[in-house]
């Protein structure tokens, strides 16, 4: 859910302008989200029939790991609803060294 363009320049007061991702950007993401994560479980996704715990079970504990974290999405009564993450740092690294091609990778890591 990570790609090129995602990050752009914040102004703030007093200082130069900052690069930064929206939590939005990931939210408007969570479908095409959740239908990769049933795609990589081998389910159809042509009914829109698959189910979305499996794949908030597997961020969940991908989140456990470090590997991603929960962007808030909005109050919700269930986990079955709409919900976002975004890879961390280390999630981020971790493809890089399995060799994944990473958009953004400069914007994660500040080359100095």
């Not at 690069?19 to 389910?43: C, D, W, Y």
Request: hydrophobic share 35%; with cysteine; glycine share 8%.
């Amino acid at each position: 859910m990570n790609k090129d363009g995602d990050w752009k320049p914040q102004q703030n007061p007093g200082v130069v302008a900052i690069m930064k991702v929206h939590p939005n950007t990931f939210i408007q993401r969570a479908q095409e989200l959740s239908v990769q994560i049933a795609l990589a479980l081998g389910q159809k996704t042509e009914k829109n029939t698959y189910t979305r715990e499996e794949g908030y079970g597997i961020c969940n504990r991908l989140q456990g790991f470090g590997l991603v974290h929960e962007v808030d999405v909005q109050t919700r009564e269930l986990p079955l609803t709409n919900y976002a993450f975004r890879l961390s740092v280390q999630g981020i690294r971790l493809l890089k060294l399995l060799g994944e091609t990473v958009p953004n990778y400069g914007c994660y890591f500040k080359e100095y």
